[in-house]
Structure formats: C-alpha cells, structure tokens
C-alpha cells in the first residue's frame, strides 16, 4: 500500500513540502533550540569539517534554512540544497546572505571532490530504501578524500505515511532507519564511520533518534 515508484517519490515529496512552506517553517523553527544533543553533535561535524582545510558544506535537505544557518554560524561555508522550489525560496529569504538551490541528494550538481562536508538531518528519511546505496555514492563523490558526512535520521524498521499537515493535504512517506544497517551502507559506498548516537526518544509516541558521523577514505 505504501510502495510508490521512483519517480513519484521525488514529485510526491516536492509538491508536499511546496504545500507546506510556512506551516513546516514555524513548525521546526525552534527544534534546535529544544536539542542541546543536536546541537552538540553538529558542533562536533563542523569542528571536524574546518580540520579538513575544506570548509565548504552542503545541506542537502535544507528545508527552510535554518540548519544551513546554524552551521554557517559555526564558520563554515555552509550552503543548502532541497527538492523544493517552495523552501529554497523560504530559504533565501530568510537568510539572504547564504546560497540556496534547489537539486536532489541523488544526482547533486556539484564537482566531484568540492565539498569538505555534507550534512543529510532528517532527509534520508523520504528516500526509498534501496535508494540508499545510490544517495551514498553521490555523497562520497562530492567529498573531498577525508572530508565528514553526517546524517540525521529516525530510528525503526516501518514506512509511516503522513498525508495531513496542518491542515493541508501531503502525501510523505517517512522510511525509518536502523543505525547499523545505515553503517552498513556507507561502510560499501567508501566510508568509516566514526560516531553512532541512538538517542531515547524525545517524546512519548515518538521515535528513537539516530546520528551517524563518517569520513570519506
């Protein structure tokens, strides 16, 4: 029931978050604010990103912005891609100094080799599962060697399905993930992965949370 194909995943998922610029904006704006882990752990990603050299960092899955700014506020080049026209534009004008462009974690218009790191915090969640091997290679050919992933995720096995934010009409499903398969994963697209955080949840009803932190090798 939940099975949708390649290609209406990434329309279903852009015309959803379109839908839903200002709702999911206000939202998810004071998130940050209320997870000093969070917080800690992207501090962390941008101390090891500046030891690259390479302070050039993608956002991908960047939403309304507010996490490209963050890690801009920690003194890295930090710029912000998404699937949706709708939140780049949210973006851009909320933080008219940074770039913003709209793309896909699957086929990033990037040169191989730019980045001195790439942050995913909650994006992987939409892609399909065994779309995962695939985003990972792209990841791993825009780091430069050495440079640092990180990625956000929720923690479980199930495919949830949403097709209601207040009040609007979406259709986004949310792929769990389990931290070691994730590890997995990018253990086989090129990576070592340094750090793996399993957070309780943050609130009843609510899942666990994952982090993981990885170098290109």
């Given at each position: 029931m939940l099975?949708?194909s390649?290609?209406?995943?990434?329309?279903?998922?852009?015309?959803?978050?379109?839908?839903i610029?200002?709702?999911?904006?206000?939202?998810?704006?004071t998130?940050?604010?209320?997870?000093p882990?969070d917080?800690?752990?992207?501090?962390m990603?941008?101390?090891?990103v500046?030891?690259?050299g390479?302070?050039?960092v993608?956002?991908?899955?960047c939403?309304?912005?507010?996490?490209?700014?963050?890690?801009?506020?920690h003194?890295?080049?930090?710029?912000?891609?998404?699937?949706?026209?709708?939140?780049?534009a949210?973006?851009?004008?909320?933080?008219?100094?940074?770039?913003?462009?709209v793309?896909?974690?699957?086929?990033?218009?990037?040169?191989?080799?730019?980045?001195?790191?790439l942050?995913a915090?909650?994006s992987?969640i939409h892609?399909p599962?065994?779309r995962?091997?695939?985003?990972?290679?792209?990841?791993?050919?825009?780091?430069v060697?050495g440079?640092?992933?990180?990625?956000?995720?929720?923690?479980?096995?199930?495919?949830?399905?949403?097709?209601?934010?207040?009040?609007?009409?979406?259709d986004?499903?949310?792929?769990?993930?389990?931290?070691a398969?994730v590890?997995?994963?990018l253990t086989?697209?090129?990576f070592?992965?340094?750090?793996?955080?399993?957070?309780?949840?943050?609130?009843?009803?609510r899942p666990?949370?994952?982090?993981l932190?990885?170098?290109?090798?």
């Open positions: 099975s949708v390649d290609a209406d995943f990434l329309q279903t998922t852009r015309d959803s978050y379109d839908a610029v200002g709702e999911y904006a206000e939202a998810v704006k998130e940050l604010d209320e997870s882990l917080r800690a752990m992207l501090g990603f941008a101390e090891l500046r030891s690259t390479n302070t050039v993608a956002d991908v899955g939403g309304p912005g507010r996490v490209t700014g963050l890690l801009a506020g003194g890295l080049d930090a710029f912000g891609v998404d699937l949706s026209p709708g939140m780049i949210h973006a851009r004008q909320a933080y008219p100094g940074l770039r913003f462009e793309g896909s974690m699957l086929d990033l218009d990037l040169p191989d080799g730019g980045l001195g790191g942050l915090y909650f992987i892609l599962w065994q995962r091997p695939e985003a990972f290679a792209e990841f791993h050919r825009v780091l060697p440079g640092y992933l990180m990625l956000v995720f929720q923690v479980g096995d199930d495919i949830r399905h949403r097709d209601e934010f207040e009040g609007k009409r979406i986004l499903r949310f792929h769990r993930q389990r931290p398969e590890a997995r994963l086989r697209a090129g070592l992965v340094l750090v793996t955080v399993e957070q309780t949840p943050p609130a009843p009803g666990p949370l994952g982090m932190v990885a170098r290109k090798t």
